[in-house]
């Protein structure tokens, strides 16, 4: 079973860290999105694996279950509609967060590898860099953060 749960923040992140926290070793996932000035959708995948073409960014952090007791790494993945972003210009905007590139494809978006225990202050600021950054409207200054916790 599922458990989801939505929260929206700004400058205070507390309690935004404390739902990525939650979900560390494989207890569930989340995603982030800009809040926008427009009524826009999120950006999604349709059931061929391709993002539909409008809508706002979106950044999920799917963590893993532990394998023979050790911690595995979580992946990161945005889908935005700039197409390939090149590997540069992903080092500008992961500042010095340790997370390596799997996949930066035209229509699937951007998927990077986030290692095990990486605190939850550096993936979150990561996931909203990346959003406010690839964002076609313009921003209100807060995120919505949707939390799914395994049971």
Partial sequence: MIDKSQLRFSDNRSDALGAIDSI???????NVVPGVTEDVKDLTMNGFG?????????ASLVTELPRHGVDQPSSLGLLHTRHRLGRERIATMLGN???????????RGL??????????????EVMCTLTAQLCDYDLTGSWRLDLFTRA
């Fill in 50 to 58: 391709l993002w539909v073409s409008s809508g706002v960014c979106v």
């Fill in 111 to 124: 998927l990077l590898d986030v290692p095990a225990r990486t605190s939850a202050d550096v993936v979150l």
């Fill in 24 to 30: 560390a070793n494989g207890k569930g996932w989340c």
């Fill in 97 to 107: 967060a340790p997370f390596s590139v799997r996949q930066d494809h035209t229509q």
